[in-house]
């Protein structure tokens, strides 16, 4: 079984930072791409940022200059470093991961989510 651990989460002030950790656990052969999405309430489910097993990163507009997504390939963990938050950018916040095992192949898989919640 593989699963993605997300923690980090939290309530901060606008302006402040948080950071997000998504760690793949089991059976792993190795994990391709990684990725943050975030749904906020109303909303769809929307990517905040990707990076590569090569570490090739790319940010939506919205958190570009703002969020740094990073991984550590031996640990099997993804980061996310949130600075300047807003409070639009409140919500919860998911990892994805593109992962392979001996037994299912390649598949993608969701974290559970973490909430982030920024006041004014």
């Known amino acids: 079984q593989v699963q993605l651990v997300e923690s980090g989460g939290g309530l901060v002030q606008a302006g402040g930072s948080l950071r997000l950790s998504c760690a793949a656990n089991?059976?792993?052969?190795?994990?391709?791409?990684m990725a943050w999405y975030r749904q906020a309430p109303g909303k769809q489910r929307e990517l905040v940022a990707i990076?590569?097993?090569?570490?090739?990163?790319n940010y939506a507009d919205s958190v570009k200059g703002r969020f740094t997504i990073s991984r550590d390939n031996v640990k099997n963990t993804m980061y996310l470093q949130m600075a300047s938050l807003k409070p639009e950018d409140t919500a919860v916040y998911y990892c994805?991961?593109?992962?392979?095992?001996?037994?299912?192949?390649?598949?993608?898989?969701w974290g559970q989510g973490t909430q982030v919640t920024v006041s004014s």
């Open positions: 089991g059976s792993i052969n190795s994990i391709n791409s």
């Open positions: 990076i590569t097993n090569g570490g090739t990163t």
């Open positions: 994805y991961a593109l992962i392979r095992n001996a037994l299912f192949g390649v598949t993608g898989r």
